[in-house]
Every structure is written in C-alpha cells, then in structure tokens.
C-alpha cells in the first residue's frame, strides 16, 4: 500500500473509531458538573480526574492490541487468562452498552437542535425517537457511510477548537471561577463516575481492528494502537478545554433547553453562524455515534448467531442472516426496539440516560485490565503487571463509587441478565470453542 493511501485508511480508520468517545463530549462534562452542583471550582480538577483514568485503561488496551492484534480486546483476553466462559462478561456488558449510547446519542443529538431552536422543545421525545428510527434505518444500508463518521468527527474536532480560541477572548456571562480553585476532593470523587461517560468507546480500536484486512499483524498493532493515543489526546484536550472555558466564562448550569455545551459554545462566539455550525456538527457526531453502535451491535448478535457447531449459533439463526449490503437487519431492529424504549422512559433527556451510562463497559473494563493483569504476570512483565494493577484499582473505584446510586445499579443487572443468558445459551450448545474470539472476526 502507498504512503498516501495508507495514511488514508488511517485517518478514516482512526476518526471513525473515536467518533463514540468524541461524542460524548456533548453529555459527559455537563453530567459531570450537575454532580458537582455546578460547582465550577471543582469541574476541571474532576475532568482531569476522569481523562488520567482513562489514560490508564488506554495502556490495558494498548497492551491488548498487542498481544491480540487480529482483534478481539477484552473477551480474547478474558478467555485466555480465566477461561472461555469468562468472555460473556465484557460481551454482554459491551452489548448493554452499544444500546444506551444508541439512546444517549439520539437524545443528546435531539437536544442539540432543541438548544439552538428552543421552539422544538415540546418535541423533544419525538425528536430523538425519530432520530433512532432514522439512524437505525440508514444503517440498513451498509458500511458505505463510515467516512460520514471520520467527517462528522474531524469537523466537531475543528469546531470545538474555533470556539475554544474565540472564548478565550470572550466576556463571562456568569461568577468566573478560578481553573483549580478550592475543590473538595469528596464532591470531585462522587461527580466522577458521571463524568466517567467520556470513556466509552475505549474499547473500540482493539475490536475494529478485525476489519483491517488489508494490513498484516504489525499494521494492525500500529493503526490499533496509534488511534487509542490519538483518541485521547483529542478526547483529553478538547474535554478539559471546554471545562476550562466553562469555569471561564462562569457557565455553572445550562439553560432551559439548552445544554452546557451549547451554552458554553454560545458565549464564546454569539448566535451567528459559528454557534449554528458548531450545533451542527455536535448533533451529527451524535447521530455517527449512535449509528457506530448500531453496527457494531448488530455485528456482536450475527457473531454469536453463527458462533456453534454445525452452524446451529448460539442466538437464532435470523440474528445471522445479512441483507446485500450485509447488514444484519434482526440485529438492527433489535437494538432498535431497546433504544426506542430507553428514549421514552427518559422522555428523551440524554441527561437522565447518563445516569444510567458508562457502568455496563466499566464492567468490560475491570474484565480487560484484570485479564491484562494475569497475563502480564503469567509473562514476567512486570511494569506492564503494575500497570494494568493500577487499572483494575481505579476501574474497581469507579464501579464502586456508582454503587451509591441507584440507576448505575439497573445497568449493571441488565449486563449481568444478558451475560447470564449468553453463557445459558454457551452452555446448552455443548461450550462451542472460539466464543472468547468472536469480536476478532470481521463480521463483528
């Protein structure tokens, strides 16, 4: 492959993958601050709090792609380390997630467009209901749209970075807070969690690297690899950015329907043009977020379709079946149906979705890292053993700080009910080898 042609393919490659975590931009600072009770003091030192975090597990998966360079992350390295059956943890978990960011996109999307025309706010569930049927649909039509994605990322990027530098000029609107003020190590502990929504779609390089199939083994390391570090440099900069800009501009809450970001990006340029394409952008980030998982989603369900002896799969054979664009249209649906009524329960407010976010791939998280963990031990590689350690004990805190709530814990027993019924099915099948494999495989 040519020197331009592979830089190409890495570029499209890269900003489509990080359009899930670029995404959540738009909802994680806002959820975060809310925690805070608009306490900007304390906003950046959570955010910063939140992207070291996730710099951690970023190692875990830079280490997965590694050792599994044909794909696979967190299943392949569970059922390496513990056993097959293992794998149905982060499955299962991975499957709950690709759901709520299907809903959580589609609503933050609807919210987006209400923020800059606030005459749409009645309209609010319908909006973002539609918004799912609409994404759900066009997926129907295959992968053709995933350099929509990598566009739809480099221009949020881009624009988020104009309003960065025209806020630095412009006038509070509210009480400016100092950037590391006098923040309660307590209040930043508790509002972490929500802010933890920024690193979901970390996983993803390490699965999507399966479809690389023009590259060889070491390719696939570099693009994997190149794109977690790339991913957070973005995600990390433009995050802590817009919290800076926030406790800059003295932003503690948003408006009526509005959103922080929104809000944020409002002060900093007015209501011309910039503030409509930044609004923009933002819903279509969105919008590629949410149809990302709808893909992947539907491809996790036809893998475990046709993952079986005698090609009888674990889930029926219609999760199987593609239409010509080979898209896997029982697994859209599915994911369909699941989102719809996460969006009408939450009356399509991807605040309260929020809430209810990030546990599920914290589960695929402390699965990957402590899998990570034993293998590097097994292997004597102990600055790699430390490291991961490190990533299971602040995953492990992560999930315990959400126990205090209520919602985080309704998700993590629907991945553990769709875990359960997945290793029920495993098990029934006679334990078919390979399940631990099937997020390497391209269908997936």
């Known amino acids: 492959m040519r020197p331009n042609g592979r830089f190409l393919l890495f570029a499209a490659f890269a900003f489509t993958v990080m359009a899930d975590p670029v995404s959540s931009i738009a909802y994680a600072i806002e959820a975060a601050l809310a925690a805070l009770d608009g306490d900007l003091a304390s906003l950046v030192p959570t955010m910063t709090l939140v992207v070291g975090t996730i710099a951690i597990v970023a190692v875990t998966y830079h280490d997965l792609i590694r050792r599994f360079p044909g794909g696979g992350g967190g299943p ?13 943890v982060p499955l299962g978990a991975l499957l709950v997630d690709f759901t709520l960011t299907i809903a959580v996109s589609c609503a933050a999307a609807a919210s987006a467009f209400i923020a800059y025309a606030p005459g749409l706010a009645d309209g609010r569930v319908p909006i973002a209901a539609g918004l799912a049927l609409v994404v759900g649909a066009a997926c129907l039509f295959g992968h053709r749209g995933r350099l929509v994605f990598a566009g739809a990322t480099i221009g949020f990027v881009g624009l988020t970075a104009f309003v960065l530098v025209r806020g630095l000029g412009a006038e ?25 929504a920024l690193a979901t779609g970390l996983e993803a390089p390490s699965n999507a690297i399966a479809e690389l199939g023009e590259l060889d083994e070491r390719g696939k390391r570099f693009f994997g690899q190149a794109t977690i570090w790339l991913m957070l440099a973005i995600v990390g900069t433009l995050t802590l950015g817009m919290a800076v800009l926030a406790a800059r501009l003295g932003i503690g809450s948003a408006g009526e329907h509005s959103t922080l970001l929104a809000d944020v990006a409002r002060a900093a340029t ?27 989603g539907s491809g996790l369900l036809e893998a475990l379709a046709r993952h079986g002896r005698d090609g009888a ?18 697994g859209v649906a599915a994911l369909v149906v699941a989102a719809l009524a996460i969006v009408l329960v939450s009356r399509g407010r991807d605040q309260e979705i929020v809430q209810f976010y990030a546990v599920a791939v914290f589960t695929s998280f402390l699965g990957a890292t402590l899998a990570a963990a034993v293998l590097s031990w097994r292997d004597r590689e102990h600055v790699r053993f430390a490291l ?57």
């Open 76 to 88: 392949e390295a569970l059922g390496a380390a513990f056993g097959e059956g293992w794998a149905f």
């Open 172 to 196: 509070p609107v509210g009480d400016a807070a100092p950037i590391a003020g006098d923040a309660s190590l307590l209040a930043v502990l508790l509002a972490m969690p929500l802010g933890m």
């Open 313 to 330: 799969g674990l889930l029926p054979a219609r999760f199987g079946s593609t239409n010509r664009f080979f898209v896997p249209p029982w």
């Open 270 to 296: 007015g209501e011309g043009a910039s503030f409509a394409a930044f609004q923009a952008a933002s819903a279509l980030l969105l919008l590629a977020a949410a149809a990302s998982s709808y893909i992947a």
């Open 388 to 444: 991961n350690t490190l990533g299971v004990v602040l995953v492990a805190l992560v999930l315990v700080l959400n126990f205090r709530r209520l919602d985080p814990i309704v998700s993590l027993l629907a991945a553990a009910f769709v875990s359960g019924g997945f290793w029920a099915l495993w098990v029934r099948k006679g334990r078919p080898a390979g399940v631990a494999s099937v997020l390497g495989r391209p269908e997936a």
